[in-house]
């Protein structure tokens, strides 16, 4: 099974952009679809974006779609999500997450099999 540690996240202001990062090891990353998730403190947790085990396929929740960029590269076994024109609402423990080809683009956290543990994004107004 593989693994997913994430990175990337920080402070930032309003307006600004930051580059989240899920490394994958143990098994190989391109034989799943991915995502990205959100949780901000007392709220569900919201889908971000996802993308297909080729990035060929990507998928974004209405609220991020032309702020945030989502990307994989399989030889480096890591995903990435751009973000930018940050908002205070943004801010959130982001999580990346692993599912079956089958599932790309899914929208729905039970349907993913792996999560990482986590990195907080605070962007201040």
């Known amino acids: 099974q593989v693994q997913l540690v994430e990175s990337g996240g920080g402070l930032v202001q309003a307006g600004g952009s930051l580059r989240l990062s899920c490394a994958a090891s143990?098994?190989?990353?391109?034989?799943?679809?991915a995502g990205w998730f959100r949780q901000a403190p007392g709220k569900e947790r919201e889908f971000v974006a996802a993308?297909?085990?080729?990035?060929?396929?990507?998928y974004y929740a209405d609220s991020m779609k032309g702020r945030f960029d989502i990307s994989r590269d399989n030889a480096k076994n890591t995903m990435y999500l751009q973000m930018n024109s940050l908002k205070s609402e943004d801010t959130a423990v982001y999580y990346c997450a692993a599912t079956q080809p089958t599932n790309a683009g899914s929208r729905y956290p039970w349907q993913y099999d792996v999560w990482g543990q986590g990195t907080q994004v605070t962007v201040s107004s």
């Open positions: 143990g098994r190989t990353f391109s034989s799943y679809a």
């Open positions: 993308i297909s085990w080729s990035g060929g396929g990507t």
